[in-house]
């Protein structure tokens, strides 16, 4: 499995990438492992408010329904429009193609306090 | 948690494990959608080794079972499989199985693994209250692994490990036989509709026989399948799993059962009510139903005509074969026309779908 170095971590499994106070937001390579076969995704529109810690959108396994949350807060400002035609992308190409959305973020240094790698890779092996 | 005896072997196979019905089973291996696929194209290698088998045998064995259960159990031949159930005298379903005929006075009953002692236990009561006095009832389920070799591939596979001509053994039949020198019963039933074989066999060869059928299978497409394919296999062929399409709170009829209900077979437990359900009607029945709307409809979530709620979705998926959300309903009578449009809400929105025959593929 593999965990960017450039990108912070949250507890629940997303990834997030801060250029500027510009936030690009996905899920983990260990989320979409763990959920299996991603067939179905609903995100925001564009210029929705997303608030840190409360769910922005949804992704559906074969089998099960997972709230994502977002991050940080701020207003989303672009939506991955390719997922809900090709959601199998969160499984293949969880940091790339996989992104879900970008927030301009309220307050840039929210994000300071999420994990880096390490401290992310540290919390899976606590869960498992 | 109980295991099988193929559980450390699923385990090497790199198998994602849950808990199902007190058993640890692997619920995937590659993944859902490939699985389900090669069952579909190819073949699939389940572990069934949970599911309970009881035998009943004696004289009055068959008196027994045509009291017992709803299907008719005496238009059954040696080497024959049916579909059947047990009800509680409301109609409520006690559990649906499969039931063997191995000879006159000699039945095997095949349950789902979460059942076997709830209907052990009822079988029991069920005994004692017919008085029939020359029945004798077996809980075997530890004597059995079970097998499942599913998907058009299958005949093609398990050839090449018996001499047994498979092409004797027809829909719903089965036949005592050596699988790569296993003696086992030869069973041509699943839960895929996708046609194949169950296999009866001892424990202690359950892995020499997996691993057989798997070097076999391999250059035929077979791959190992979980619980997580075994469910859309069988939901896209719109077959009935215990505990959401049937309970004691739903009839085989408001199902869509019928056809293994035998009301002039002569009496059985529950006839009374199901004659009455009969007679005035279901006041539910049990629908396919197709997303419209992309989105996939799951358990429990509301089915609406217009404003009112009409049903209740008792599974769903998104269907690997089709792309597209599809489930099982269970629909008030008058709204359960085929065709029909309705609405089902997902998490707070309505998304239109469509009520359709089940199976929803070929």
Redesign the interface.
């Known amino acids: 499995m593999d965990f960017p170095e450039e990108l912070k971590y949250t507890e629940e499994h997303e990834w997030i990438l801060i250029e500027d106070d510009l936030a690009t937001v996905g899920i983990s390579d260990f989320a979409q492992d763990s959920l299996?076969?991603v067939?179905?995704v609903?995100l925001p529109e564009e210029g929705t408010e997303v608030i840190a810690g409360k769910a922005f959108g949804?992704v559906?396994?074969?089998?099960a329904?997972s709230d994502i949350y977002s991050p940080v807060s701020g207003v989303v400002e672009e939506v991955n429009e390719e997922l809900?035609d090709t959601p199998e992308m969160i499984n293949t190409s969880p940091y790339e193609d996989g992104w879900m959305i970008k927030v301009r973020m309220n307050d840039s240094s929210e994000a300071e306090d999420l994990m880096d790698s390490e401290a992310y890779q540290a919390h899976i092996a606590e869960e498992k | 948690m109980k295991k099988t005896p193929l559980n450390q072997l699923h385990k090497e196979l790199g198998a994602?494990m849950v808990e199902f019905g007190g058993w640890e089973m692997p619920?995937?291996y590659a993944?859902?959608?490939?699985e389900h696929l090669a069952v579909r194209e190819a073949a699939g290698l389940f572990d069934v080794s949970h599911m309970g088998e009881i035998e009943v045998s004696g004289a009055e064995a068959l008196p027994f079972l045509q009291y017992l259960t709803t299907n008719n159990a005496g238009r059954l031949v040696d080497g024959q499989v049916q579909y059947t159930a047990l009800c509680y005298p409301d109609g409520g379903v006690v559990d649906d199985m499969t039931l063997y005929r191995r000879s006159a006075d000699h039945f095997m009953f095949c349950v789902n693994a979460a059942n076997t002692d709830k209907d052990f236990e009822w079988m029991q009561k069920v005994l004692v209250e017919s008085g029939l006095a020359e029945v004798t009832l077996n809980n075997v389920s530890d004597d059995y692994a079970q097998i499942a070799l599913q998907g058009p591939k299958a005949d093609r596979i398990l050839t090449a490990l018996t001499d047994v001509p498979l092409d004797s053994i027809r829909y719903y039949h089965f036949a005592p036989g050596e699988v790569a020198g296993i003696p086992m019963l030869i069973s041509r039933t699943g839960y895929t509709g996708s046609g194949g074989f169950e296999l009866y066999l001892p424990p202690a060869s359950a892995e020499n026989l997996w691993r057989r059928l798997d070097e076999v299978g391999e250059s035929h497409g077979l791959v190992p399948v979980g619980l997580?394919a075994r469910?859309?296999l069988r939901l896209e062929k719109g077959l009935a799993l215990y505990g959401h399409e049937l309970s004691p709170e739903i009839s085989p009829l408001e199902a869509g059962l019928g056809w293994i209900v035998k009301l002039d077979k002569g009496d059985f437990v529950g006839r009374e009510a199901l004659v009455a359900q009969k007679a005035n009607g279901v006041p539910r029945r049990g629908v396919g139903l197709k997303m419209i709307d992309?989105?996939?409809p799951?358990e429990e979530y509301p089915v609406y005509a217009g404003e009112r709620q009409v049903g209740v979705m008792t599974s769903g998926?998104?269907s690997?074969s089709l792309k597209v959300?599809i489930g099982l309903a269970l629909v008030e009578t008058p709204y359960a026309k085929l065709d029909a449009e309705v609405e089902v809400g997902i998490?707070g929105r309505r998304l239109q779908a469509r009520l359709v025959r089940a199976p929803f593929v070929d």
């Not at chain 1, 559906?60 to 089998?63: A, D, F, G, H, L």
């Open positions: 299996g076969d067939v179905f609903e949804v559906e396994s074969v089998k329904v809900p | 994602r619920v995937q993944g859902v959608i490939e997580g469910d859309t992309r989105g996939i799951r998926t998104m690997p959300g998490r």
